[in-house]
């Protein structure tokens, strides 16, 4: 079990310009999640996907971002147009579908920085 | 609109002392409560969690407490050691079984331990 994933763990972009993200989940997980971390608060939902299905999207998530989890393993997270707003932290977690257990395990994160 | 609150920011305790983390929430609606750990650039990591059907989860050196009546839990670290010092947050989740599965945040507390 080599956790969940992500690539890259730091991107600095300039504004205006389009940034994706990659999240490769625990194996057999079918449950992945986005969520985006900004200095001195907890971890914001953004977006979850059960399968290659997306089932949930905040509201925190304008028309600029889009996820995919295509194949129902890995996903990825687009930011089109990017803000200075956008900066922060992005993470993604995965979990198993098991009435028992809905812990979350994180990645390393992928820290964004907009210019 | 905040759902979990952690109201200290900060904690500083001795090393070997207990150290004791709060977590409020005010929607009767979670069921799942965990406290994650995170170090500065990496994602958080599991360190328990608690079922609302449970008012105490032990696993360690970490105790979480559930009063379920007071929508408070307690995160309990008995000895505390230097390596403990990180931020840690509180999260919850639910209704059990429900497709939404996203984690509500607190914004976390800074727990230093000195020798």
């Known amino acids: 079990d080599t956790g969940v994933s992500q690539d890259p763990r730091h991107k600095i972009t300039k504004r205006g310009q389009n940034v994706t993200f990659r999240c490769d989940p625990i194996?057999?997980?079918?449950?992945l999640y986005w969520y985006r971390q900004t200095l001195g608060q907890g971890p914001e939902f953004l977006t979850y996907?059960?399968?290659?299905?997306?089932?949930?999207k905040s509201r925190l998530l304008s028309d600029r971002f889009s996820a995919e989890r295509p194949k129902g393993s890995f996903s990825t997270l687009e930011i089109q147009r990017t803000e200075q707003g956008d900066s922060a932290m992005y993470l993604c977690?995965?979990?198993?579908?098991?009435?028992?257990?809905?812990?979350?395990?994180f990645g390393p994160g992928t820290r964004l920085l907009v210019l | 609109d905040q759902q979990v609150k952690q109201n200290s920011p900060s904690l500083s305790v001795q090393e070997g002392r207990i150290s004791i983390l709060n977590c409020d929430y005010t929607?009767?609606?979670?069921?799942?409560f965990l406290w994650y750990k995170k170090y500065p650039a990496e994602g958080p990591t599991f360190l328990i969690s608690?079922?609302?059907?449970?008012d105490k989860n032990e696993d360690g050196r970490f105790t979480v407490f559930l009063n379920k009546s007071a929508k408070h839990l307690s995160l309990h670290i008995v000895p505390s050691q230097p390596g403990d010092s990180a931020v840690y947050f509180c999260?919850?989740?639910?209704?059990?079984?429900?497709?939404?599965?996203?984690?509500?945040f607190g914004r976390g507390t800074q727990l230093t331990v000195w020798p």
């Open positions: 977690a995965s979990s198993p579908r098991l009435a028992e257990e809905e812990t979350q395990y």
């Open positions: 194996s057999e997980h079918n449950r």
């Open positions: 996907f059960q399968n290659e299905a997306q089932l949930e």
């Open positions: 929607n009767s609606m979670f069921d799942y």
């Open positions: 608690i079922s609302s059907i449970k």
């Open positions: 999260a919850a989740s639910g209704p059990r079984g429900s497709t939404l599965g996203r984690l509500y």
